[in-house]
């Protein structure tokens, strides 16, 4: 599942998963690539670029930037990512791997996104962000997530003709947005 920042994707990711019991991966991809590159998650970060807000981190995960270092996250990422979608049924957040699921045969790719207006209301409302921050951290999370996936996979994340499903959640809200995915999933796999 692919979204914009501030579009709630990352919630109603969780909520999906919690509805069809099944994994949902996100930050602990970020932690696993760490671990296994035997770097601190604060490496990683610096990697990225630095900025003093707190949600950075979050809205950070896979970096700016193109250097020998990211390159060798974005492979330990995928090897990460093909490993869980070996072994389940789960539902991953971001991280390109829409572009790294490609040939698996039962992959749904979801994009969230909507109005600028209603992502910085969420950032203001939903997330406790400063009106102020929460511009700067849609401009510069939108710019990171793109220009990231434009890299690794040579298109848009937004990018229709490499989504199943694109959905406005300022049109239903997050548990609305959730609902209609968890039906049209269980349709799209027979799920009961």
């Known amino acids: 599942m692919a979204r914009q920042f501030g579009s709630l994707g990352r919630p109603i990711a969780r909520q999906v998963s919690e509805k069809l019991g099944i994994e949902y991966y996100d930050r602990d991809i970020v932690d696993l690539t760490a671990k296994k590159l035997n770097l601190p998650v604060s490496t990683i970060s610096e990697e990225e670029e630095s900025a003093k807000s707190a949600f950075f981190n979050m809205s950070y995960p896979l970096g700016m930037g193109t250097t020998e270092i990211q390159d060798e996250i ?4 995928r090897k990460i990512i093909t490993d869980f979608a070996e072994k389940e049924s ?3 957040v971001g991280r390109c791997s829409d572009y790294i699921l490609k040939d698996y045969p039962n992959l749904m790719n979801v994009f969230i996104y909507a109005p600028y ?10 997330l406790n962000m400063q009106p102020a ?4 951290m849609i401009a510069d999370v939108d710019k990171a997530r793109e220009a990231y996936h434009k890299h690794y996979c040579g ?7 490499f989504k199943h499903v694109m959905l406005d ?3 239903l809200g997050d548990e609305g947005t959730c609902a209609i995915l968890v039906e049209i999933i269980r349709k799209r796999f027979n799920w009961q």
Do not use: G, H, P, W
């Open 117 to 126: 207006t209603a992502r910085l209301c969420n950032c203001v409302e939903k």
């Open 74 to 77: 974005f492979a330990v990422q």
């Open 90 to 92: 789960c539902i991953i």
């Open 169 to 171: 959640s300022s049109l």
């Open 133 to 136: 921050e929460a511009k700067k």
């Open 155 to 161: 298109y848009s994340m937004s990018d229709k003709d």
